[in-house]
């Protein structure tokens, strides 16, 4: 089947991915990963993709998602990992679409350009949502979020120096993430910083340096800077 597509591996149960790299192009139908779609209580690490990662949409049935590393981070770790191709789907991120909670993505870098199928949805330098943690990771790559596009959990010592850009009215933009919750725990950004330029081409958009919305009564926001 051509809907979900990985480079290197389709499902990393309980194992290690070490030094292994993609440069190949990835397309698949509804899902599209440079290493691996699933990454599940695994590792990877030293990982890099150089390929086009590209997850066509399949109208009516599925919003598809494509990474240059991970598709799915679930109680596993990814680190010292880079992008340096370019991501393309409705919803794209450099390193890992969802990061789930006791994901950890530390130490991993894009390099490539996101960009997003739609003007309504989302491309993010290193992570789509977050429910884990974030550490120590940078951003490069021109996109709409530099970090991560969602985060309900903990973002740390990050960096963007990418262009951040947004599209559509009421959509968001921001250098670290564009928006953050604490609809599950109580989210964290600390220690991260931005350096890219953030740009709205739409009126009515939300942009910032750091954050462009925050939906929560209780979170740690400190030594931030844009």
Known sequence: SDFNVSGICGYNSDGIIDECDNYGTITGKRDATGITEMNNRSKIINCINYGEIIADMVSGEYYPSASGIVGNNYQSVIENCINEG???AY????????????GVIRQCINKGVISATDSSSDASGINGTNHG???KCNNEGTVSGGISNNNYATIMNCTNFGDVYVSSEGYYAAGIANRCSDYYREFVVEGCANSGNIM????????AGIISGIDASSG??????N
Do not use: L
């Open 200 to 207: 709205g081409g739409a009126k009515g958009a939300y942009i």
């Open 133 to 135: 943690v974030i550490d």
């Open 220 to 225: 740690v926001y400190s030594n931030n800077i």
């Open 91 to 102: 919803n794209s991120s450099g390193i890992c679409e969802y990061n789930e909670e006791d």
């Open 86 to 88: 370019e991501v393309s």
